[in-house]
């Protein structure tokens, strides 16, 4: 039952992540929007406005208006934002704890990896969350000041994501490492949220409410910190989805896909933020950021393609493939191979999944008819087919099963 258990879990949490995430990234999309469409009030501007902006949605006219620093008083309540993300981050955690950290030797092991032991997979997963949140924040302070050294620091960032995703890669199975470099960045996003957004703009309100003249600088950290997840939200939600695509995770260049993959995500993201901007002329159009965007995606595409190509070639001339061509019966003794490489680091000597060993030939004839039913007729052997079992080999496995006496 408890797996039973763990399904429901899993489907009310990420139903719970998919909405807050949505509402956060929403009003993140919406501000930035905001922010880089604001118009030059008018002038006189005894307000000291620093924009504003006309809008209309579902039949209303709305007029938001942005201050300098900030506004003489604010006349009625005043909206913030961070519930979305705090739980975001919650139900994102609770759902990688529901799977990950509950199975770790079913999704965060693998170990033609790293031979870790549940334990050590767990810990290592929360370091990297943790230690990559540390490293951020050292970056932050040391290489930029309130304000300045923007570009230095945006540069240490994402070179500090590279040495992390490929760190990921060289501990967990492809998949885990996908989620968990999504996991890492988004972790940071909140983190900004909570520890330095939200703090610095209640000393800003503190200060109005006293009457004193507003200090900038805990606003333009802030702004410095929401640049930062700006353009994090493309690359962490891909980083997210693409875990589900084997033909990614399982590829020994699967370092080189996320990478790329994410570079790709963030110039989009940098292309719609320039967009707003050059609709009211405020410089050229950004189609050269959307243009490499997308031609990094198509070459991926091309590349991988080539890959598989290759792959489907060689498998042609498989062991399985020539068995299969053969005619002759497959006996115990040729599937031996193909359960050595698919199955026995979950059902072998070491682990026994659901108590389930097949490294002898005995052991397998006991449990033929499981291992037909799973690796032929559901497919759900090997789980997640962490060890991309071929077609061929799928076969090799029926027409011995279809043909023992
Ligand atoms: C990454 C680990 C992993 C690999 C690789 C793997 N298994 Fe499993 N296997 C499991 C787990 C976990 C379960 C229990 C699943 C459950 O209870 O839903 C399981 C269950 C099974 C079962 C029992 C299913 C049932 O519900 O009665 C059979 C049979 C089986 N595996 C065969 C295989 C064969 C054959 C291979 C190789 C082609 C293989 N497994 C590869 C992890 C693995």
């Not at 993140?28 to 504003?52: C, H, M």
């Not at 999704?107 to 870790?116: E, G, Q, W």
């Not at 109005?208 to 929401?226: C, E, H, N, Y």
Request: glycine share 8%; hydrophobic share 50%.
């Amino acid at each position: 039952m408890e797996a039973f258990y763990l399904d429901w879990a899993n489907l009310l949490l990420r139903w719970l992540h998919v909405i807050t995430a949505m509402a956060w990234i929403g009003a993140s999309f919406y501000f930035v929007f905001l922010d880089s469409s604001l118009e030059k009030p008018q002038e006189p501007n005894p307000d000291r406005l620093s924009g504003e902006l006309w809008a209309i949605h579902g039949g209303g006219f709305y007029h938001a208006r942005k201050f300098i620093a900030a506004p003489p008083r604010v006349g009625g309540v005043l909206h913030w934002f961070y519930i979305e993300s705090y739980f975001t981050w919650i139900s994102g955690f609770l759902l990688f704890s529901v799977s990950y950290l509950w199975s770790p030797s079913v999704y965060l092991i693998d170990p033609s990896v790293a031979n870790l032991t549940s334990s050590q997979a767990i810990w290592a997963a929360l370091g990297l969350l943790a230690g990559f949140l540390v490293v951020y924040e050292l970056i932050c302070r040391w290489a930029g000041a309130p304000g300045k050294g923007d570009t230095r620091v945006a540069l240490f960032v994402a070179i500090a994501v590279v040495l992390a995703a490929w760190l990921a890669t060289e501990i967990f199975s492809g998949r885990a490492a996908f989620l968990i470099v999504g996991a890492m960045m988004a972790t940071v996003m909140s983190a900004n949220v909570l520890l330095w957004i939200i703090p610095g703009q209640r000393k800003m309100v503190a200060s109005l409410q006293a009457g004193q003249t507003v200090d900038p600088t805990p606003g333009l950290i802030g702004k410095q910190r929401s640049v930062h997840n700006t353009y994090f939200t493309l690359p962490v939600l891909l980083a997210m989805l693409s875990n589900h695509y084997a033909f990614l995770t399982g590829s020994d260049q699967r370092l080189f896909f996320l990478l790329a993959l994410m570079l790709a995500g963030a110039l989009i993201r940098y292309y719609f933020v320039r967009m707003h901007g050059y609709k009211l002329g405020r410089h050229g159009h950004p189609w050269p950021l959307g243009v490499a965007g997308l031609v990094i995606l198509v070459a991926l595409i091309g590349y991988s393609a080539a890959g598989e190509v290759r792959k489907q070639q060689s498998q042609a001339q498989s062991p399985s493939a020539t068995l299969l061509a053969s005619g002759a019966p497959i006996t115990v003794e040729q599937i031996r191979p193909v359960i050595a490489t698919h199955c026995l680091q979950c059902h072998g000597e070491q682990v026994q999944m659901k108590n389930i060993r097949l490294d002898s030939p005995q052991a397998i004839e006991a449990h033929a008819l499981g291992i037909y039913q799973q690796v032929v007729k559901l497919k759900a052997m090997p789980l997640n087919n962490v060890t991309q079992m071929t077609e061929a080999e799928r076969s090799v496995i029926a027409k011995w099963f279809e043909t023992r006496q």
